[in-house]
Nanobody, 128 residues
Framework: QVQLVESGGGLVQPGGSLRLSCAAS????????MAWFRQAPGKEREFVAR????????YYADSVNGRFTISRDNAKNTVYLQMNSLKPEDTAIYYC?????????????????????WGQGTQVTVSS
């Protein structure tokens, strides 16, 4: 059982930046692909970004590509989401997720059903 704990959320003005962190309990963190999803009020959970276990290949949702960067530090069992140029529409609860299967195609990588473990989420609010 992998436990994931997100941190770093908060209130930020439009155009600002935040860095989210997700710490994993699992010592063998490195084999897991990791991802960030988000869910805004009244909307379905949506894919944000994913990073593979080995070479660190990344995927991004079109809505965040060029503004957000996902990265990982396997020595610290932690995955990050650097969010720049934030917009009000980025307001959501952000969730970290782990996938035992690192090699997936683009379509399944974006599906929440592909992920085995989830964190509790951290609130990000973008407002002036």
């Amino acid at each position: 059982q992998v436990q994931l704990v997100e941190s770093g959320g908060g209130l930020v003005q439009p155009g600002g930046s935040l860095r989210l962190s997700c710490a994993a309990s699992e010592r063998s963190f490195s084999p897991y692909a990791m991802a960030w999803f988000r869910q805004a009020p009244g909307k379905e959970r949506e894919f944000v970004a994913r990073i593979s276990s080995s070479v660190g290949s990344t995927y991004y949702a079109d809505s965040v590509n060029g503004r957000f960067t996902i990265s990982r530090d396997n020595a610290k069992n932690t995955v990050y989401l650097q969010m720049n140029s934030l917009k009000p529409e980025d307001t959501a609860i952000y969730y970290c997720a782990a996938d035992r299967l690192s090699n997936r195609g683009s379509y399944s990588s974006r599906s929440s059903t592909s992920y085995n473990y989830w964190g509790q989420g951290t609130q990000v609010t973008v407002s002036s």
